[in-house]
């Protein structure tokens, strides 16, 4: 069927009114969408948001809040037909879909939904929608009240402050979240070019929980928007530097100023919206229901001004007086105090920097230099990401202060009772963190171990990015980072218990980090001050960069600096697994939609984990073991000259190619992009 698209677009009814809106009428407004009484009748509409086309028969209806047009609902006979990107990347989402339509085959790489009704939320109405015949309507308030109360059945931001950028940003393109509605199920369209830069299409699937039940998306398809494989996204904002001031009297209620500075890119932007937590409990619990709860107290600008701002759904949206120009700078102070050390299961110690503790952008947004003082009550201890500038104590408080000039995305604090056991050595400045009841030994161990490692990968890269590393040794993996922040390695003692209790991504990775050796995942955290930190990724497409890369260079320092070589050939042995088990899923690069249900998110796991460092051991093979580590000598060199630097794929297969003059973009379309094997040349 060939159709033709409007694709010129009605501009939205941007009002004076509407730009000079306060925030809290304008969020209050947009709680409650409201009809704009003009139901008309469509007839065979079609209309495209990226790569997505719709055709509509039946009743449309405009929707607005806080003075302006939100969108617009529809009842009657829809069709949703999502056109998957064709190229490389096109099979990982093929076979996404074939899972989700029961193994049936895809008519053209397009997957196919019909819909009896659905609200788009969108700052881009299409042209000539409203040209039919009028009607007095309906149903359509039912329709969206549906949306509204199923956005709201999700962990998701509320519908407020999804939709206030909408109508308070002027943005150059179109952003679209459309709930669609067939009957029995509910399904989430979400066209962003501008902040998330993802086209995705899934069900909302119902998930029971303590407390009662939630909706989740399960995405079934993921696909760039705005970008391209071989393009990066050009961030809305830019975080580049923060300044944190952290005290804590009793180690549970703390105060924080949080200055922080951002830029914008290529649009002007009026509204910020940081993640910032609204308290701590011990298990899930909603934003506004937290036994230990962070309160805002005051957001202002440099010059002192207060701000207006909303703090809701784990989101600070800060609205600036004017808009910010592309490529200016402005600077903004929070204060907040709340249960940030709050700990519950008599842990003494404590990570933050896994939820947003401080006003934060997204990690692909964030690169930021890192100034912090942190005061805790003694016996706990403070350290942060960067260099100790100075330790001291004050009326019983242990304080340090700290300082990382190099752009980092993951600001880390912990505290802890430890004591500290410290060494330097070949100018590498090494310090791990135990228990008062630790054994020294095993501290000693971790420094000569460490030093191993640092001076292993020293030696092939760029030297050690950061001037110290600091060893963290806990127990067991309550607080486990994401991913090892600049400086920083959490390290588990032996006899790890993982508290792994439902099937959820986080516990794959702690029951999988659980069953490899200690060295491993040790040479595996420390790698990512290399690839994680020092080379950063630019979507989440790009994961693999840090995690399969990190991986990788663990399984080099077992084969080749560690002592005991042979523990080497078990990781490998268990990737071989992991290849067999989930290269029929998705792609490595692929990976990112494989989240929602847990066999999915086992996958997830096991392609960046598995796949990921399976394809560079047959990449190494197809270069040969001079390019490869020349490679990696380039990867993190360049990197180390580029700080702030998002590297994306396509960044590695050209880096590839520059050690070989051979062209490896097919290689990569089958193994990193595709869902191929690499033959085992080995
Ligand atoms: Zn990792």
Redo the contacts with the bound molecule.
Sequence with gaps: MIVRFHIIWMVLLINANAMAATLGPALESLAKPTMAGNAEKVEGFEFRFGLTDFTLDGEVEGVLGAEGVVGFAFKGEGTATFNLKTGPFLKANLTTIRDEVGGKSVNGGALEREFEGGVFFTNRVPEELFKGEHVTSSRLADIVDRSVQRWGDTRYTGIDHMLAPLVLDAMDEPVVFAVLWNGSDDAVFIYDPVNQHDEIYGRLRKESAVGGSFHYLDLIVQQPAGHDLKTRPQPRLVQTAIDLELVSHDNEIAREITTTTIRAGREPVRLVNFSLMNGRSEDYRPWDDQEFPIVVEKVSDAGGRSLEFSHKYGELLVLLPEALQPGKSVTITVVAEGGFLKNFSGDAYLVLGNMSYLPQLAIYDTAASFHSVVKVKDPFVPMACGRTVRRWVEEGLNCVESIEEKPIAFPFVIVGKFIVTEEQHQGFDIRVYSYANAKKRGAKNLIRNGLAVLDFYSNGMEPFPYKELEVIEIPYHRHFFW??PAGLVEITSEGLSPTSSGLDERSNIIKRYASKGQNSRYA??IA?QWF?NLVSWGTPYDNWI??SF??YLSFLFMSEGAKDKTKAKVQLREWETDVKECSKFSSIYGASALNGNPKHAQCYTQLLYGKGPYVLHALRQDMGDDKFKKMLFFLTTQAAKKPGMKIITEDVILFANAMTNKDYHPWFDKYVYGTEIPPKTW
């Design positions: 991913q090892a595996h955290e990512h994680g840090s995690e990190a991986e």
